[in-house]
């Protein structure tokens, strides 16, 4: 139950906390399988109120997330339920921040010890789905707590094709979880999908007992069950190690181990050495070759490297014997060591000579155990043959099988990659920022896109929008036109100052597609571009940056390239890198 030698743990946290939890199990020294199913969702139409509220609650880093996504402020005191939640509020901006570094009775407790409840409300920010009772417990106490629905969690609906593999090969050594949501959604998909007798091979790990409570439900039976001492990551990793390093627990009457199918019966004894010999030969590798084969096929082994591996060498053990019996040299009819040559004189009176020479001859096998042997021989032969054969076709099916999940698995990440790219793309052309997005997307991303997400994450903090750019062209547009009457007045100073007067009160200028290289006539054909979404025929309009009096317009422009920019690198993102 282990890939090139280290333990296998399956993971069920929501995606993003699966691949950060992954990357700390393989630098751990366990191979990891990811399997999120829980898909953290924001809910856009949120809206936060902090009047009149003291402090914020997080009972989970999915809440930070999200609050920092909805772009709410961070100036309040954040009260978290464990040391994760608190390093991601730090992260997300808030400065005064406190770890419960427990569960939600024990954020609960902190509470209670830093505040009183008349010092104002507390509001919890939180999801569709909640752990525990925090608003009831602590407003026996007389506290306020508000709650605002920040995202929701939807359940997965299957499990991944590498988890349901893993499984069903039997090489997952433990399952990790972290709610029980989790884990009544992992035992409800593993029954659907038909694979609840595979629990019995692995060991459940989780943060609480009551995660394990409910991963034990629905005739699932596990090999152990482990809870970590404390509700923290670092305590579920050692609860993990621990379980990992113990024995096999002895098989009980409800959970006998299978036992191998009982070998054909032996042949009936043939008289003679030789004959109980290539008996006993054909019983065993019959026996061990039968053992191996359906093994194999019982329990689904057969397109397995292992199986393959077996049958190999069961079947080349047999030639050495086969071609180690047919060496043998044939009977010899000569007299025995010691006995007097045909037609010598025996004494009379002494039998003992003969005697011997009889035994010897009734010892020796008849002609037709010879012949009984050589048909076993054959026999042997044709059924060697015959497991070739089946071994050549079981390994055309295991080839057959592994290049299945390799697509299988490639598929699965490429269309867990384009949906990432959809929720990056989402938030950075809505002008919000997308850290979150942008990592995400480039855990699954391909190598070839390393230089279009080295070329985002400058402008993770968010982008300024097309509409927003449009909005605020016209003042930038008066300006350009402004400084460029001013320019050409420069060398007649009561000009220059009666325009500079006139415009505090009236901006004057052309519009539509004008011609010419004027001031006036480039930033009307700028606006009539950007009032058909036109943001690359705009800048057209306005380059090259030459003259002085295009100088109110260069952060427009900055802005605009920026967006321009975006928009190119995450087009070919969503085209595959």
Known sequence: MTRA???TVLVTRPRGEAEAFATTLERRGYAAIAAPLLEIVLDESARVDLGGVRAVLFTSANGVRAWARVGAPHESEAFCVGDATAQAAREAGFQSVHSAGGDVAALADLVRAKLSPAEGALLHAAGSAVAGDLAGDLGKDGYEVRRVQLYRQDVATSLPFAAVQALRDGTIDAVTFFSPRTAETFVRLVKRADLLDALRATRAVGLSQAALD???E???RWKSAVAAAEPTEAALLDALDETLRMPDPAPTAADPKPSPPKPPAAPAKRSGSLGAFATALVVAVLAALGWTYWQSALTGGAATDPG??????????L???LASVESRPAPSLAPPPGAPPPGAPSPGADTTALEARLAALEARPAPADIAGLAAEIARLTDENRRLADTLASLRGEAQTIREGGERDRAET????FLLAVGQLREAALAG????????????????????????????QAGVETRA???RRFGPVANDVVGAARLEAAADTPWLAEALERAQRYLSIRRVGEVQGDSAAARVARAEARLAVDDLAGALAALDPPGPAWLAPAQEWMTAARGRLALEAALARLAAGG
């Open 413 to 416: 990440r490429r269309a867990e």
């Open 432 to 459: 919000r920022g997308f850290a979150e997005e942008l990592r995400v997307a480039r855990a699954l991303a391909p190598d070839t896109a390393a230089a279009l997400f080295a070329q985002l994450a400058g402008q």
């Open 218 to 220: 629905e005739g699932a």
């Open 308 to 317: 393959v591996r077996a049958l190999e060498a069961r079947l080349a053990q």
């Open 214 to 216: 409910v991963a034990a």
């Open 5 to 7: 030698g280290r333990k």
């Open 319 to 321: 030639d050495r014997r």
């Open 468 to 470: 927003s750019l449009a």
